[in-house]
């Protein structure tokens, strides 16, 4: 049974930073990706990681500020977001895709998802 356990959100002012993790289990994967949801608003791509060569990709508008890793022993990705700002605030999931995609920044390419974390940036 696969499962993906996201973990490190929480309240950060702005200019903060925060690191999330989401540990998988049960199988590997082609990717796995960050996806978040504020209130109201559709699930959007954030970041995806490709596993073997580690080819990464970002929305525009974390660009320069996230960074998303793997380790690969652990089968566990990460997020690093700095300079966090308001808008940044949403439910953060962590998504992982069993076979090969061409395109990682759709909801559709990705077979399993986490339950989420919350992330809260104070102005």
């Known amino acids: 049974q696969v499962q993906l356990v996201e973990s490190g959100g929480g309240l950060v002012q702005a200019g903060g930073s925060l690191r999330l993790s989401c540990a998988a289990s049960?199988?590997?994967?082609?990717?796995m990706g960050w996806f978040r949801q504020a209130p109201g608003k559709e699930r959007e791509f954030v970041s995806a990681?490709?596993?073997?060569?580690?080819?990464?990709s970002y929305s525009d508008s974390v660009k320069g500020r996230f960074t998303i890793s793997r380790d690969s022993a652990k089968i566990t990705v990460y997020l690093e977001m700095n300079n966090l700002k308001p808008e940044d605030t949403a439910v953060y999931y962590c998504?992982?895709?069993?076979?090969?995609?061409?395109?990682?920044?759709?909801?559709?390419?990705?077979?399993?998802w986490g339950q989420g974390t919350q992330v809260t940036v104070s102005p």
């Open positions: 998504a992982a895709a069993a076979g090969v995609r061409v395109l990682l920044d759709g909801r559709s390419a990705y077979d399993y």
């Open positions: 990681i490709v596993w073997s060569g580690s080819r990464t």
């Open positions: 049960g199988r590997t994967f082609y990717a």
